[in-house]
């Protein structure tokens, strides 16, 4: 019953990202042709790939194939066009997708640790294969190089312990009424221990329960994010932009560049500070 219910909602994903293909001017860039490959071409492929030959499809249009289950085993996708793909359980460690476009994708329990998915942009993924949100279905991207990835999620619980989102817009991007247009992405009990986000854009995220311990946040904008019980033990918040946050219960241990910080007298349930 419940692998049933599993698969008619992965079906469900799939077809809402086909019917979103006939609506381009809301902004959805899925193309209209038919994929380069098809799903066991790729899945051969990978599955006889060696450490001594490294599968590139780089540039090509994979959009909307199945690939799940798969290990990529640190192909090369670099700017390739995944929309609406579905990464269910795949294994993209160490895989290059910088550029590539995985908006829409499918991506419950995918891992794409030590993975570049700089310049990348991933819109509205789904990561649950129920309707019941469950953090333990968020993707891993712990120690990835994120710099400059758009992204806009739903993702709460995902792991980006060591990744390095330097300049990366996890806020709302677009004014109209596109993929892009949502308040702000929902990471709420996500980990960023240790993560590099300089001039990252967190703008009105929901981030509440999340873990920042020594992360660098110079610069970073948190502008109306929600940030309660948020752990910034040790992270450096100088140039941070805290206008309008809400920082209920949050701990700032060790926190540095506090003095620097923008905003700082607009922010909510702001913690007492001790010298």
Known sequence: MLRTRCWLIRSM???AALLARGWPEAGISGSAQAADFTARQLTEAFHKAGVDHVPDYSNSDLSFLDLSNIDFKGATLYRANMFGVDLTHSNLKGANLSGVMLD????VQSDFSGANLSGASLMRPSINISL???SADAPKFAGANLRAIRLTAMMDGADFRGADLTDAKLGPHEPRADISSMPG?????SDFSGA???RADLMWAKLAFSKFVGADLRDASLIGADLS???FSGADLTGAD???ADLDGAILAGVRGLDSVKGLATVKHLPVLVP
Not at 104 to 107: G, Q
Not at 185 to 189: D, P
Request: no cysteine; aromatic share 0%.
């Open 104 to 107: 829409r994708a499918i991506v």
């Open 229 to 231: 019980r948020v752990d």
């Open 185 to 189: 992405s929902l990471m709420r009990g």
């Open 132 to 134: 019941d949100r469950n």
């Open 242 to 244: 805290l206008t309008d």
């Open 196 to 198: 590099i986000l300089r």
């Open 13 to 15: 994903l799939i077809v």
